[in-house]
């Protein structure tokens, strides 16, 4: 099994940063991404931003030069900077593991999601 722990949201005034975390833990063979998606009232899923295991990045284009995801290999955990926070931004962010599991002698390809964390901007 695998489990995501997230943490970091909360309120912030427009202008403000926020630091989310994502840290992953369980029967995990290999990571091969971690991202974060966010959902705001009323609205679809979208993708903020998503780090592949070689490192490389991309970002929805509303979050550009605004947000910075990295990772930390050793603690199997992600972390989601955000900067410059608007009132757009308002929306619960949820962390997303792509990786490959071990069980015997196979391998598989496994998708979680943490609980979600709520961001909200707000004066």
């Known amino acids: 099994q695998v489990q995501l722990v997230e943490s970091g949201g909360g309120l912030v005034q427009p202008g403000g940063s926020l630091r989310l975390s994502c840290a992953a833990s369980g029967s995990i063979f290999s990571i091969n991404a971690m991202a974060w998606y966010r959902r705001a009232l009323g609205k679809e899923r979208e993708l903020v931003a998503r780090i592949m295991s070689g490192g490389s990045t991309n970002y929805a284009d509303s979050v550009k030069g605004r947000f910075t995801i990295s990772r930390d290999n050793a603690k199997n955990t992600a972390y989601l900077q955000m900067n410059s926070l608007k009132p757009e931004d308002t929306a619960v962010y949820s962390c997303?593991?792509?990786?490959?599991?071990?069980?015997?002698?196979?391998?598989?390809?496994?998708?979680?999601w943490g609980q979600g964390t709520q961001v909200t901007v707000s004066s």
């Open positions: 997303n593991l792509d990786v490959t599991v071990k069980s015997g002698n196979y391998y598989y390809r496994r998708d979680y």
